[in-house]
């Protein structure tokens, strides 16, 4: 019996699903490496960066903002975010989430269930955290 999965960022496989994609994600808990069904990531918006347009059909999707600020979009529907905000996006609604900051945007980033998620992350290119990434997930930047 499995009692406990941890992952320091720092050590995360991190990996860009198309190689325009202005958002990149470090893996931390998924069905591969931990046989859950859902995906735990930290996502990461270049400035200027978003989602592409997509939906999920059966995933409710959760973005937790740990840094940076940037605007959500559901239909016609539009909210802005900052540190500390959460959202949530339930299925079957087309959604993207744009970086309006200077800086980063990092979000905790949660798909339950994965539905495919986690293995389209990991068919991406593998990509390495900067400097920047890893002082701010690891709580060295304000």
Same mark, same amino acid.
């Given at each position: 019996?499995?009692?406990?999965?941890? #992952?320091?960022?720092?050590?995360?496989?991190?990996?860009?699903?198309?190689?325009? @994609?202005?958002?990149?994600?470090?893996?931390?808990?998924?069905?591969?490496? @931990?046989?859950?069904?859902?995906?735990?990531?930290?996502?990461?918006?270049?400035?200027?960066?978003?989602?592409?347009?997509?939906? %999920?059909?059966?995933? @409710?999707?959760?973005?937790?903002?740990?840094?940076?600020?940037?605007?959500?979009?559901?239909?016609?529907? #539009?909210?802005?975010?900052?540190?500390? @905000?959460?959202?949530?996006? %339930?299925?079957?609604?087309? %959604?993207?989430? %744009?970086?309006?900051?200077?800086?980063?945007?990092?979000?905790?980033?949660?798909?339950?269930?994965?539905?495919?998620?986690?293995?389209?992350?990991?068919?991406?290119?593998?990509? #390495?955290?900067?400097?920047?990434?890893?002082?701010?997930?690891?709580?060295?930047?304000?």
């Amino acid at each position: 019996m499995k009692t406990f999965g941890k #992952e320091a960022v720092a050590t995360a496989k991190a990996f860009r699903i198309a190689p325009n @994609d202005t958002n990149y994600f470090a893996v931390l808990f998924d069905p591969a490496k @931990d046989g859950i069904k859902n995906v735990f990531v930290i996502e990461i918006f270049t400035p200027g960066g978003a989602t592409p347009p997509n939906e %999920h059909s059966m995933a @409710d999707e959760f973005f937790y903002v740990l840094s940076g600020e940037g605007v959500a979009r559901c239909g016609d529907q #539009e909210t802005s975010l900052k540190k500390g @905000d959460a959202l949530l996006l %339930h299925p079957g609604n087309e %959604h993207i989430v %744009h970086n309006t900051g200077t800086k980063k945007l990092y979000c905790l980033t949660v798909m339950t269930p994965n539905e495919g998620f986690a293995e389209l992350i990991r068919g991406g290119t593998p990509v #390495e955290l900067d400097a920047e990434d890893l002082a701010v997930l690891g709580g060295s930047v304000p």
